[in-house]
């Protein structure tokens, strides 16, 4: 390892105890950044990646709830705001069970350099709970929702920090947010992105993840003459990032032939079809069943408690969480072939997988450039809420591609090596700093 950045680290670590994914994304991005600095002294001088690695403000609170049975619960609430140099906070909301503070500080920081890159005037964020929605029914997401909302309203605003959703919260939980936000505040008012179409939300946010990811794909692949038509694509996940994910490949002409959730993984080597989607759409949002159920009704294989990266593709959307590819899953990939590596999820590769992916010389889209659509797409809404006007599909999916695109060129400016190569993990993290490094110098010691 580089002295400088293993100097930079031990000072991260021994701040930072136990958090090991906040370490390992500060890391990835610090491999990047400490050279570029070191050419750039400016950045040097006013510590700039010491103050980006601090959050601005971390929130923490409790929040109790009574359950069906008229017991009372109580989870763990955060809300990280890390940065906000370029606009209001901005990062979603996560509910699930391993929800820590190391986590959503690693989402934060991700977040920051994400958001930069959009080109929209959005800082980091990122929050949530250690609440796991499985298994609740709707009446207690909903007082969950407006326990959690009623600490976290003072906090937030549309000037001041814009929460969106993230895992365990979808639709249905930013409803429930929103509701009580208004009830306690009194305003209609963009606090949140995510909502419903009918109260504010935008057209194509909830796909825009999904369509982002693979719009980066199409990308990269095209700096090699190629594209996604006729592709097999391995996706993992089937919530909201897989499932537009999947959407999508279809639409550009590519097949896909797993989806996954925390029990295993769907192998359908027929290609998961409009029709198909439809129907994994259905269980996963409406009846909130498990994907194996999809294996029994259109007699495919199911494979308990694996990951999909053993199956043979040219194209992998890694849609479900963290850490869910390793190095001997990369190597798998690499020899069955994969070309083109587009993480719709965040950190969903570990340091050794991205080592592998490097040494290959493959298309490898990184989360912060290449799931960057969704915060994109929030980014328009808050602009549809300010101006209280709505805009149609085709101009907003219009804007997404050409963010992607934006992003996609970002990262080639920023990261295209000697031999040609375009690393893209270099070029997203010097390309998402460099706005809101140069912002902070401006706006001095804060
Ligand atoms: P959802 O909650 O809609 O879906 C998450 C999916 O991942 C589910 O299939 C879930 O399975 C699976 N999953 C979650 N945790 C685990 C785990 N520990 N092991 C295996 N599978 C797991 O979330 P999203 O689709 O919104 O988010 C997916 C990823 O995309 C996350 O990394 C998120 O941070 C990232 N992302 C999301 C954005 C958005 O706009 N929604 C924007 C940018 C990034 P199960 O149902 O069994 O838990």
């Given at each position: ?65 009574i359950d069906d049975m ?25 509910f699930h069970p391993t ?224 850490n869910e590819i390793n ?120």
């Amino acid at each position: 390892m580089d002295p400088k950045v293993e100097q930079f680290m031990s000072g991260i670590k021994a701040k930072n105890p136990a958090q090991p994914e906040f370490h390992q994304a500060v890391h990835e991005v610090a491999e990047s950044l400490v050279p570029f600095i070191e050419e750039n002294p400016k950045y040097k001088h006013a510590k700039v990646l010491e103050r980006i690695a601090e959050p601005e403000r971390v929130i923490i609170f409790r929040v109790p709830w009574i359950d069906d049975m008229g017991e009372i619960q109580i989870n763990r609430g955060f809300r990280v705001e890390m940065n906000s140099a370029i606009g209001p906070y901005k990062g979603g909301l996560r509910f699930h069970p391993t929800v820590n503070l190391g986590i959503l500080k690693f989402l934060a920081f991700e977040q920051v350099l994400k958001n930069s890159l959009t080109t929209l005037p959005m800082g980091g964020g990122k929050g949530g709970s250690d609440f796991d929605p499985k298994g609740k029914t709707d009446n207690e997401v909903m007082h969950f929702c407006q326990s959690f909302m009623t600490e976290l309203s003072r906090h937030i605003g549309p000037e001041t920090d814009v929460p969106a959703g993230d895992i365990g919260v979808g639709g249905r939980e930013i409803g429930f947010l929103f509701g009580q936000y208004k009830r306690i505040r009194n305003e209609f008012t963009g606090v949140l992105t995510g909502k419903a179409i009918e109260w504010g939300g935008s057209l194509i946010r909830p796909e825009a993840t999904g369509y982002g990811a693979v719009y980066f794909a199409e990308e990269m692949l095209q700096t090699k003459g190629d594209s996604l038509k006729g592709k097999t694509c391995i996706v993992s996940g089937s919530g909201n990032v897989a499932q537009y994910t999947t959407e999508k490949i279809n639409e550009f002409g590519g097949k896909v032939v797993t989806l996954s959730d925390s029990g295993g993984f769907i192998y359908d080597p027929k290609g998961i079809d409009a029709e198909r989607l439809a129907w994994a759409m259905e269980l996963k949002n409406i009846r909130r069943g498990r994907i194996s159920e999809y294996a029994e009704k259109f007699g495919c294989e199911y494979h308990e408690g694996e990951r999909p990266w053993g199956i043979k593709g040219d194209a992998a959307f890694p849609s479900a969480t963290e850490n869910e590819i390793n190095e001997e899953d990369a190597r798998k990939l690499i020899v069955n072939g994969c070309k083109v590596i587009s993480e719709g999820a965040n950190m969903p590769s570990t340091p050794g997988a991205i080592e592998v992916y490097m040494e290959s010389k493959i298309l490898y889209g990184p989360g912060k450039a290449a799931n960057a659509g969704g915060v994109a797409v929030s980014g328009l809404e808050m602009t549809q809420n300010s101006m209280r006007l709505p805009w149609t599909r085709e101009e907003v999916d219009a804007r997404l591609q050409t963010i992607m695109k934006s992003i996609h060129e970002t990262c080639v400016k920023f990261g295209t090596e000697k031999d040609g190569y375009i690393n893209y993990v270099k070029g997203a993290n010097i390309g998402g700093f460099v706005k809101v490094a140069d912002s902070m110098l401006a706006q001095g010691a804060v």
